[in-house]
């Protein structure tokens, strides 16, 4: 879903997210795509990188798609008092209460997130919402040292981008979504980094990530030391001679974040399009775009979740919005690294469906001896 990648690309540069803890562009696009033909001008195309009709069909076809461990909804909720002008791009049920709103959240993402990011008044007159998650366990556990995870077996690789040299760790999935946590130079910043991601996955896809491309030549580096060593195995999982053992140090870590999206790619689009299509109110109306967005990373696997959210409110007019591009550059004191989920199979192969920088601040294991980075030991019998 090349679309999807670049809608993310664009989103994570305008709206400075970078940095962020988490946060899901796929809960964004789904959300603009499902009412994408309401959408004003011919900018909702550029953003969503498909026709209104082709991201709507795209998206439906997303929503209804069973996935081993991903799943999505659309929730459309209008207020009894209002009598849309022209039919909306979707069927909308009766706006509830705030405490059947929070419920629909918990429901559809497993109970990882238990409310609704925006909160309904008096003057709520639509709502729309994606909920999204996903919850895939490795193939096998990792093992806990000293406070941190330990990958032996999955994919361990240093790849060359064009930001340098990255460290990537993917641990074996029993549940078709790929999580790969991706290290650079601490000098690269956070939009480097994902640069760098895309890269590694595109080569991955492509079958040209091995676990070094190079191993006689492999000296240490930013994240990793190489020793030449003699080790004990038993004989049936013994390596071949020679050969390259990774041993990568990850940590545990969880995160959660909160997002305003009105200036995100398309938002601004959808919201003038859809209240085109309802009542003129005295004051105007206004409208809101954000998300809820959690995840955790451990032993046993990878758990995110995002409610994505769109409400337009009886108020004072709607401000005019502008489309500027900006140069986002934040540089990293620590060792920050990025990961990122992607679903594998069906009509989801492909699909980003959370991202996450991962800073120390987040990491559940609370050891100061590994704050410095993660190393990957590598060594050599």
């Known amino acids: ?67 081993p461990t991903v799943a999505a909804a659309l929730g459309a909720w209008l207020a009894d008092w209002v009598e849309p002008t022209t039919p909306l791009p979707v069927a909308v049920e009766p706006l509830p209460d705030q405490e059947t709103l929070n419920a629909w959240a918990a429901e559809n993402t497993r109970g990882l997130i238990q409310s609704m990011p925006v909160t309904i008044g008096a003057d709520t007159m639509l709502l729309l919402a994606t909920a999204l998650v996903t919850t895939p366990e490795w193939t096998e556990p990792l093992t806990i040292e000293d406070g941190r995870l330990v990958l032996r ?115 601004a689009s959808v919201a003038f399009g859809i209240a085109a299509r309802l009542p003129e109110q005295d004051g105007g109306i206004e409208f809101s775009c954000t998300q809820n967005a959690t995840a955790a990373y451990d032993q046993n696997g990878f758990k995110a979740a995002a409610v994505t959210a769109m409400a337009w409110m009886a108020g004072s007019a709607m401000p005019e919005y502008v489309e500027r591009k900006i140069r986002h550059v934040q540089v990293s004191f620590d060792r920050p690294h990025a990961v990122i989920a992607i679903a594998r199979g069906g009509a989801w192969d492909g699909v980003p469906l959370f991202e996450a920088w991962v800073t120390p601040e987040m990491f559940t294991a609370a050891d100061p001896d590994w704050a410095d980075g993660m190393p990957i030991a590598v060594p050599t019998t």
């Open 153 to 267: 077996k999955g994919l361990q690789a240093i790849v060359e981008t064009s930001v340098g040299p990255v460290a990537v760790a993917r641990p074996g999935s029993r549940d078709d979504v790929d999580v790969f946590s991706v290290i650079a130079a601490p000098e690269v910043p956070a939009e480097g980094v994902w640069v760098a991601v895309s890269e590694v996955v595109e080569q991955y896809d492509a079958g040209d990530v091995s676990h070094v491309t190079h191993p006689e030549h492999l000296t240490d580096g930013h994240a990793w030391t190489v020793k030449r060593e003699r080790r004990d195995y038993v004989a049936y999982d013994a390596p071949e001679p020679n050969s390259v053992v990774f041993t990568t140090r990850l940590p545990a870590w969880n995160a959660d974040a909160s997002h305003e999206l009105d200036s995100a790619p398309g938002v």
């Open 1 to 67: 879903m090349k679309e999807i990648w670049q809608y993310a690309d664009r989103a994570r540069t305008q709206l400075g997210t970078a940095d962020q803890p988490v946060i899901s562009y796929t809960g964004l696009w789904l959300l603009l795509a499902l009412v994408a033909p309401a959408a004003e001008g011919n900018a909702i195309t550029e953003a969503l990188g498909l026709s209104p009709e082709e991201a709507r069909e795209t998206a439906e076809k997303l929503v209804a798609e069973a996935h």
